[in-house]
């Protein structure tokens, strides 16, 4: 379980009929799982914690994919608890 993220499983589904665990999921394996989460919950109201937590997850790696391709949700963490935080003056 992630911290911020304790709706999202553990492991999610790969395009490969598998699973993985959710902390070595690259962007484009997170991108998969949020859309099958929102094709699963088209019907009901975006207001799942799921859907929103996943959401949440692919925003905070964007800016790390874009430059690093292949990752992963452990590493984005790891990043982001080593930058100094920003503060406003």
Request: glycine letters at 4%.
């Amino acid at each position: 379980m992630l911290p911020g993220f304790e709706h999202l499983p553990s492991d999610i589904p790969t395009r490969e009929g598998e699973s993985m665990p959710l902390i070595d999921a690259n962007y484009r394996r997170l991108r998969d799982y949020y859309r099958g989460l929102t094709r699963q919950h088209a019907k009901r109201l975006r207001a799942d914690p799921k859907v929103q937590e996943a959401k949440q997850l692919m925003l905070m790696m964007r800016p790390y994919a874009a430059t690093e391709e292949g990752i992963t949700v452990r590493q984005v963490i790891a990043l982001k608890a080593l930058a100094p935080e920003k503060r406003l003056a």
